[in-house]
């Protein structure tokens, strides 16, 4: 039978000093001035690194849509 360690306050501090949460960093579009979540789309404009990688208004309209179909 093996004799478990001490686990001293210090040694349980030292652990959990590395679990404290991150500020999330955001970027700012050049162009509209529009903060998103880095290395990720911009969900207002649907640009990605410069270029349009989503269309955002056939999305809200498709939304739109959809709702008015199951309001009926």
Not at 9 to 23: E, G
Not at 27 to 52: P, W
């Given at each position: 039978?093996?004799?478990?360690?001490?686990?001293?306050?210090?040694?349980?501090?030292?652990?959990?000093?590395?679990?404290?949460?991150?500020?999330?960093?955001?970027?700012?579009?050049?162009?509209?001035?529009?903060?998103?979540?880095?290395?990720?789309?911009?969900?207002?404009?649907?640009?990605?690194?410069?270029?349009?990688?989503?269309?955002?208004?056939?999305?809200?309209?498709?939304?739109?849509?959809?709702?008015?179909?199951s309001a009926k």
């Amino acid at each position: 039978m093996t004799v478990r360690m001490r686990h001293t306050r210090a040694h349980t501090a030292n652990r959990r000093s590395h679990h404290a949460l991150k500020a999330t960093s955001f970027s700012v579009d050049q162009k509209t001035g529009a903060t998103h979540l880095r290395h990720r789309v911009d969900t207002k404009t649907g640009i990605y690194r410069g270029k349009k990688v989503l269309d955002v208004v056939s999305k809200v309209e498709k939304k739109q849509k959809k709702s008015k179909a199951s309001a009926k």
